[in-house]
C-alpha cells in the first residue's frame, strides 16, 4: 500500500556533498515514520537516520552525526537526507523505509519497517 523511490545518489569525492530523496505513494505518509538504512557489498545492512511521523524528533548513528541530515516534507510525501563531509566508508547503497509501529528504542531495527524502496547508489572517492 506504499511505494518508495529514492534518487539523488551518484559519485562525489571525499569532502563533498550529496542530498538522497524519498518519495512515498499514498495519502497518509504523516502516520508513518521514515528512515535511511545503507547496505555496502559484503556487509550487513545498517542503519543510518530516522526522523519521527511529524519531523519533530530524529535520530542518527554514531558514524553520520553531525555530517548527515534527515528532514521530511509531510506535504509532499518526501523524506530527505542531506549528507555532508563525505568519507570512503559513506559508500554503500542507501535504502529508504517506512513503519506505521516503530517507536522509542528500535528506530535501528530494519524488522520494524514495513516498506522499502529499491536502493540508491552512493559512491565516494578517496
Known amino acids: 500500500q506504499v511505494q518508495l523511490v529514492e534518487s539523488g545518489g551518484g559519485l562525489v569525492q571525499a569532502g563533498g556533498s550529496l542530498r538522497l530523496s524519498c518519495a512515498a505513494s499514498g495519502r497518509t505518509f504523516s502516520s508513518y515514520a521514515m528512515a535511511w538504512f545503507r547496505q555496502a557489498p559484503g556487509k550487513e545492512r545498517e542503519f543510518v537516520a530516522a526522523i519521527s511521523r511529524s519531523g519533530g524528533s530524529t535520530y542518527y548513528a554514531a558514524s553520520v552525526k553531525g555530517r548527515f541530515t534527515i528532514t521530511r516534507d509531510n506535504a509532499k510525501n518526501t523524506v530527505y537526507l542531506q549528507m555532508n563531509s563525505l568519507k570512503p566508508e559513506d559508500t554503500a547503497v542507501y535504502y529508504c523505509?517506512?513503519?506505521?509501529?516503530?517507536?522509542?528504542?528500535?528506530?535501528?531495527?530494519?524488522?520494524?519497517?514495513?516498506?522499502w524502496g529499491q536502493g540508491t547508489q552512493v559512491t565516494v572517492s578517496s
Open positions: 523505509a517506512a513503519s506505521f509501529r516503530v517507536y522509542g528504542s528500535r528506530w535501528t531495527v530494519p524488522d520494524e519497517y514495513d516498506y
